[in-house]
């Protein structure tokens, strides 16, 4: 019960608990019934024992009002029943392995019928399990733009426009400003940032045009508490973020199509190719995540039909909100990040001069 792949967690300590007792559906009529208890037998003892339910309930109340909030806004008032599995298109940046490959598994798992498109420099290094599935491999460097150009022109031309997209590739190199090459800069921001960009111009006019469709941006905390190392990887992951709430804006206000939905994941530190180590703090605070945990809460998203901002630990989301507070307290928070015994440095090989990539 409070499991998870990641082990016994904060997060999996909490869902539980948020899912139960803070849950105005039963702590509600539980409070009421509790309280004619107390009416009929006003003793102080059965008073006192009131108040914890009460404020359970309060909390509970608030947290499902924060949360409807959060959902009504981030998608326009309005929701789309138009999903049909069998007929969307998904297109997955780094679908060849790590939490692409998961996110591919998942989607399949749900329905096999659904067209998916892995663009990705490294070989798909996986199988899928189900007979008959319509799974399209195209081989890219994301960090070319002409290379990028022509194979959504491909894409469009032989699959059909993507209705899902998810923006999940990325790359990492694990060197300090000064002394990373020209090269590993210019790989990280094509892929982490340009790409994301420009597979958005590709294949939103689309979205735009049906008023149908969901982008969802693989991120990370580093935007917020960005580690020495891979400052411009976080840099990246600051202007994804900045370039999910902008098209918000625009998708509402300029395109006019308030139900394409956009989504975000702020996430920690995951187990795939990019990183490994340990992180010196307790993993019931900040787990390694399981690519398949990432994996699942984005398909989880598309599958809701909303957008939405995703924080994976959920301690995140605390994160996110300390950054409003005083600026001394919020520096002894990323201090602490020098204590990681993060590798860095990833899988692939670049050119320490353009920035191309030799080996994905």
Not at 170 to 182: D, F, H, N, P, Q
């Amino acid at each position: 019960m409070f499991s998870s792949r990641e082990g016994v967690t904060l997060d999996s300590v909490a869902a539980p608990l948020r899912r139960w007792l803070l849950n105005p559906v039963i702590s509600v009529p539980a409070a009421l019934v509790l309280s004619g208890l107390g009416w009929t037998n006003p003793k102080p003892i059965t008073v006192k024992a009131l108040a914890p339910v009460y404020l359970a309930t309060l909390a509970g109340v608030l947290l499902s009002l924060n949360e409807y909030l959060d959902r009504q806004f981030a998608n326009n008032w309005v929701s789309d029943k138009t999903w049909n599995w069998n007929e969307e298109i998904v297109l997955v940046t780094g679908g060849s392995t790590g939490i692409g490959a998961s996110i591919c598994k998942q989607l399949l798992a749900r329905n096999p019928r659904t067209r998916i498109v892995v663009v990705d420099y490294a070989p798909l290094s996986w199988k899928p399990e189900q007979e008959g599935v319509r799974l399209s491999y195209y081989q890219c460097d994301l960090s070319k733009a002409d290379a990028l150009r022509s194979t959504c022109e491909r894409i469009k031309a032989e699959v059909g426009h993507p209705t899902v997209v998810f923006n999940n590739a990325g790359l990492v190199r694990g060197a300090t400003i000064m002394e990373g090459s020209y090269g590993d800069v210019e790989a990280t921001v094509r892929t982490n940032l340009i790409a994301p960009m420009l597979i958005i111009k590709e294949f939103l006019p689309e979205m735009v045009k049906r008023d149908h469709g969901h982008i969802l941006h693989t991120g990370s905390l580093s935007y917020l508490t960005p580690p020495a190392l891979i400052t411009d990887y976080a840099a990246t992951k600051a202007g994804l973020l900045a370039l999910h709430e902008g098209l918000q804006l625009e998708l509402k206000h300029v395109h006019k199509a308030p139900r394409v939905r956009l989504s975000l994941g702020i996430f920690c530190f995951i187990r795939t190719p990019l990183v490994s180590g340990h992180t010196n703090v307790p993993n019931f605070l900040l787990p390694f995540l399981h690519v398949d945990t990432v994996g699942e809460a984005m398909v989880d998203a598309v599958y809701s039909g909303y957008g939405s901002t995703i924080y994976l630990p959920g301690l995140n989301r605390v994160a996110a909100t300390l950054k409003g507070g005083p600026e001394w307290f919020f520096r002894i928070i990323r201090e602490s990040t020098v204590n990681f015994r993060i590798n860095f440095h990833g899988r692939q090989e670049v050119d320490k001069e353009t920035g191309k990539l030799q080996k994905a």
